[in-house]
């Protein structure tokens, strides 16, 4: 049973910073592509951040670059996404996501999905 977990999501200021974690199991971690993408109220979910089975490639959304980063250890089954200098349009629930091998940012292309952890950038 492939579960992903997301954590770390909070209430912040903006400029302020926070990491997510997304701790999957019941896969084989090396061989997925993990995502992140969000959703805030009245829209509709959003690429934000994804990585490939081995790291070597990263994609971003252009609202995100510059500010959040992505990694993964595959020895802890785990991704996160830094999130640098916060700004009020970025709060939303973010999710994460897992499919095989190569990133996407097309969310239909992920098979397994996180239950989300809220963040909430205050102005």
């Known amino acids: 049973q492939v579960q992903l977990v997301e954590t770390g999501g909070d209430l912040v200021q903006a400029g302020h910073s926070l990491t997510l974690a997304c701790a999957a199991s019941?896969?084989?971690?090396?061989?997925?592509?993990m995502g992140w993408f969000r959703q805030a109220p009245g829209k509709e979910r959003e690429f934000v951040a994804a990585v490939d089975w081995s790291a070597g490639i990263r994609r971003y959304a252009d609202s995100v670059k510059g500010r959040f980063a992505i990694s993964r250890d595959n020895a802890k089954n785990t991704a996160w996404l830094q999130m640098d200098n916060l700004k009020p349009e970025d709060s939303a629930v973010y999710f994460c996501?897992?499919?095989?091998?190569?990133?996407?940012?097309?969310?239909?292309?992920?098979?397994?999905w996180g239950q989300g952890t809220q963040v909430t950038v205050s102005s």
């Open positions: 019941g896969l084989t971690f090396s061989t997925i592509a």
């Open positions: 996501a897992a499919k095989t091998y190569l990133a996407s940012t097309v969310a239909s292309d992920y098979e397994y």
